[in-house]
C-alpha cells in the first residue's frame, strides 16, 4: 500500500509526505539535476548516496545536490517506511544565496559525504521538531511556512558543515573510481583510460561501478551528462554548446541519447526568449 498524506506543488519547488507499506525495495540507483532534503520517520533502510551507505535511523535528515546519485535499500519489509521529500531547483534561492553559503549542503559539500544529519549533529531537537509539525500539518501549510522550514533546517545544516574543519571521505577503491569519474566528467572518461588509470579490468571497473551506484560507468555518465546539459539549456544555452561542454563530441549522438531519456528533443527545453 502506496499512501501518500499530502503533497504539494508550487511550481517551483515540489514536497510531499508518503508511506509504503510494506516497503518495496524497487528504487534503482538514480540521480535529479535538483536539490534535495529527505526526513526519515520510519523504516528499516540503507540509503547509498554515492557509494556512501547511510543505515537510517527516524529523524534523520538527508541533504542531496544535484546530480548525487542515490538509492533506497529496503532491509526488512516488516516495518513501514516513512518520510518527506522536497525537491527544490537550483535557482530557486540564487538571488538570497549567490555564493551558495547557505545552501553548503545542497550545492557544494563534496558528493557522497555528509549527507545525513541527527539531532546530535544540530545539537538540539528544533529541526526534528519543525519537520515532525510538517509532516502533521503539512496539507494545510502555505508554501511561505514550508519555504520556512527549508531555510531554518539548511541555515542549521550549513552551520554544522561550518564547523566541521574538514569532512572526509572514505578511501577505498569504490568512493576514488566514483570521485575520479565526476572530476572528469566532461572530458575523456572511457572505461578504458579509466581502467587504466586504476590498473583493474573494464569488467572489474563496471563490477565495483554496479555495486556501489546501481549502473555501469558508461550509464552514470550518461545520465549526469544529460541531467547538467538540460539545466544549462534550460537556463538558455544553447543546445549545440551544451552538448559540447557536456562531453560529447557529436550532437547527433547527443540527440539521441537527450530524446531516449528525457522523452524529447534538447528544443523543448529551450528557455523562451
Not at 200 to 215: D, Y
Not at 225 to 247: F, M, N, V
Amino acid at each position: 500500500m502506496h499512501k501518500v498524506f499530502w503533497s504539494h506543488d508550487f511550481g517551483n519547488f515540489c514536497c510531499n509526505h508518503t508511506l509504503d507499506e510494506p516497503p518495496e525495495d524497487n528504487c534503482p540507483m538514480h540521480t535529479h539535476g535538483f536539490m534535495e532534503i529527505y526526513y526519515f520517520i520510519s523504516g528499516n533502510c540503507t540509503y547509498t548516496v554515492e557509494g556512501t551507505a547511510y543505515a537510517l535511523k527516524p529523524h534523520d535528515i538527508l541533504f542531496k545536490r544535484p546530480l548525487e546519485a542515490h538509492k533506497l535499500t529496503v532491509n526488512a519489509s516488516d516495518v513501514p517506511y516513512e518520510r518527506i521529500g522536497i525537491s527544490l531547483p537550483v535557482d530557486l534561492f540564487q538571488a538570497l544565496d549567490p555564493e551558495n553559503t547557505l545552501f553548503a549542503p545542497m550545492m557544494t559539500r563534496p558528493l557522497g559525504t555528509g549527507n545525513r544529519f541527527t539531532s546530535a549533529d544540530f545539537g538540539h531537537n528544533l529541526c526534528t521538531e519543525m519537520m515532525e509539525r510538517l509532516a502533521k500539518n503539512g496539507r494545510d501549510m502555505t508554501q511561505a511556512e514550508i519555504v520556512s522550514v527549508v531555510l531554518f533546517v539548511t541555515a542549521e545544516a550549513s552551520r554544522v558543515l561550518r564547523s566541521k574543519t574538514e569532512i572526509k571521505r572514505a578511501s577505498d577503491t569504490s568512493t576514488r573510481l566514483i570521485d575520479y569519474v565526476n572530476d572528469h566528467l566532461y572530458g575523456d572518461i572511457s572505461l578504458a583510460k579509466v581502467s587504466r588509470e586504476f590498473f583493474l579490468s573494464q569488467s572489474q571497473i563496471n563490477r565495483i561501478f554496479k555495486a556501489n551506484t546501481g549502473s555501469s560507468l558508461g550509464q552514470y555518465v550518461t545520465a549526469k551528462r544529460l541531467l547538467t546539459a538540460r539545466d544549462r539549456i534550460r537556463s538558455g544555452i544553447p543546445a549545440a554548446e551544451a552538448c559540447y561542454t557536456c562531453g560529447y563530441n557529436d550532437y547527433s549522438s547527443f540527440y539521441r541519447a537527450y530524446v531516449k531519456r528525457f522523452g524529447h528533443t534538447p528544443m523543448t527545453d529551450k528557455k523562451d526568449e
